[in-house]
């Protein structure tokens, strides 16, 4: 499974738009890039999944640049329920019954007043 | 989306014992779950795939014998956490996926095992 990287931690303030980026230089042909997020002493939630160029859905934007080796997390006018750790993941579709999910070190994102 | 449970939230038990965590999907099929482990301020880790039937799939580095996977149903997978030590406290997640051909996966909200 292609390695990702993140920032440990981000903080922002509400109604700020939140940019997460996350490298993965290994990024392997078939690989979709999925993201998770997790509230303290929760269950990891699915955000979004991408492949290439920009997915969007009611809660985030992700978008892909046309090499795939980094991809970038935008969740628009973030709120104080926003914080949370923001997981990237690389590897099959979620949907894929081959699919085994493997967290990274994840973001812990911080929203403040 | 689907709804994936566990049974107990929390649990504290005295060192040697054995704790089992239940894992069940609601309102779906699972003819595979996983179980994951998580330390304070740490990532998820995977410790093992289990498929209905059959035997548990464990990964590297996690010991079979003290992690007890059992799933016996399509809706009810279990982890037996035997001879418990303070060292095995920590927050135990299990997730389900749903059969074909959607195979979502889904999370559950965790237990918090504290062993004293």
């Known amino acids: 499974l292609a390695k990702t990287t993140q920032p440990i931690s981000m903080d922002s303030y509400e109604g700020q738009e939140v940019n997460i980026t996350c490298s993965h230089n290994n990024i392997a042909t078939n690989d979709y890039i999925t993201w998770y997020q997790q509230f303290p002493s929760q269950g990891p939630r699915f955000i979004i999944q991408?492949?290439?160029t920009k997915v969007t859905n009611e809660v985030a934007s992700l978008f892909i640049p046309a090499d795939r080796k980094s991809s970038t997390l935008s969740l628009p006018r973030v709120s104080l329920s926003d914080t949370a750790v923001y997981y990237c993941l690389v590897g099959d579709r979620v949907g894929s019954s081959a699919s085994k999910i493997i967290f990274g070190s994840g973001t812990r994102l911080s929203i403040r007043p | 989306g689907a709804v994936v449970s566990q049974h107990p939230s929390w649990v504290i038990c005295k060192s040697g014992t054995s704790v089992k965590i239940e894992c069940r999907s609601l309102d779906f099929q699972a003819t595979t779950m996983f179980w994951y482990r998580q330390f304070p301020k740490q990532s998820l880790m995977l410790m093992a795939t289990?498929?209905?039937?059959?035997?548990?799939?464990?990964e590297q580095g996690v010991e079979k014998d003290k992690f007890l996977i059992n799933h016996a149903s399509l809706t009810l997978s279990t982890l037996t956490v035997t001879s418990a030590h303070p060292e095995d406290s920590s927050f135990y997640i299990c997730s389900a996926r749903s059969s074909s051909p959607y195979n979502e996966q889904f999370f559950g909200p965790g237990t918090r095992l504290t062993v004293l």
């Open positions: 289990s498929n209905e039937g059959s035997k548990a799939t464990y």
């Open positions: 991408g492949y290439k």
